[in-house]
């Protein structure tokens, strides 16, 4: 049986999410997996976007929000994040259950 991990859930108060806020969710949710390794992620973009240290040294959603503010990312560019990401997560989660 095949299960999906959340380490996080989505809480909302406007009742959707743009790209920019699907993305933010998709990194924390990376970034807080136990068996999150930067060193693992294949995508140099996405990498971009995480920090260099592991997780205790991310800096938190607010500064994220800024730095895909800053980089100014097209539709398709946020959308391939997003997928790296969930792929990246459930990859995560394999090298955490062995």
Not at 10 to 21: I, Q
Not at 34 to 57: C, H, M, N, T
Not at 68 to 90: F, P, V
Request: proline share 1%.
């Amino acid at each position: 049986m095949l299960r999906r991990y959340s380490s996080t859930t989505r809480n909302e108060s406007t009742g959707r999410l743009d790209g920019a806020e699907d993305l933010i969710l998709g990194i924390r949710r990376l970034v807080r997996h136990s068996g999150y390794e930067r060193d693992k992620i294949v995508s140099a973009l996405l990498k971009q976007f995480l920090p260099s240290a592991g997780g205790a040294a991310w800096a938190g959603e607010a500064a994220l929000r800024r730095d895909i503010a800053a980089a100014r990312l097209d539709g398709r560019t946020i959308a391939y994040l997003i997928a790296s990401a969930g792929g990246e997560l459930q990859l995560a989660h394999e090298r955490s259950v062995g």
